[in-house]
């Protein structure tokens, strides 16, 4: 539309008098203050996604976190089949699936008292998710679901784990 209403009909050929380059720039460096509608889309849909990881209390998160399955005490949707979702709600965690290793990447976490970290599955220690980096203890523990706190425990500013194993660990698996 921002387009038609510079350049014209896409139809006809005319001449273009600004580029869009100069167009989109700020008016304080020279530009006319346009932008781009699909990045503007983009920034306030992830501004749900911001709201849903650190609005824990309201209502609207309530209500998502419990219409689509999702843990109550997690960070960002958890990625899931897009015909389960909203057609508004889908369009919100879209991207989310896309970028979530980028985020999670980028993400660092305070443990604080393990109440809200996955332990298996949240990047929280190290470079990846715990499940990752141990792939052999995590097939041999009971307990795959869970937050921090319920595999151990903090005393004095340390923490004490606890991990049930279906069976004792080898050697080889210690080195992993």
Request: without cysteine; aromatic residues 16%.
């Amino acid at each position: 539309m921002i387009a038609q209403f510079l350049w014209g009909s896409s139809n006809k050929k005319t001449i273009h008098w600004v580029r869009w380059e100069l167009a989109a720039r700020p008016k304080e460096i020279g530009g006319l203050g346009f932008f781009d509608l699909k990045v503007r889309n983009r920034s306030f849909l992830n501004k749900w996604i911001w709201r849903f990881s650190f609005e824990e209390d309201s209502l609207w998160r309530k209500v998502v976190t419990i219409k689509y399955g999702y843990d109550p005490k997690s960070l960002i949707p958890a990625q899931k089949n897009p015909r389960e979702l909203s057609w508004m709600w889908r369009n919100i965690v879209e991207p989310v699936n896309d970028l979530s290793d980028k985020f999670v990447k980028n993400l660092r976490v305070v443990l604080g008292d393990g109440t809200k970290i996955n332990f298996w599955k949240d990047l929280w220690v190290g470079s990846a998710p715990l499940k990752q980096s141990f792939p052999r203890i995590y097939a041999l523990a009971i307990k795959k679901e869970g937050k921090v706190v319920e595999f151990g425990r903090k005393t004095n500013a340390r923490w004490s784990w606890s991990i049930e194993l279906r069976r004792g660990v080898f050697n080889w698996e210690r080195n992993q």
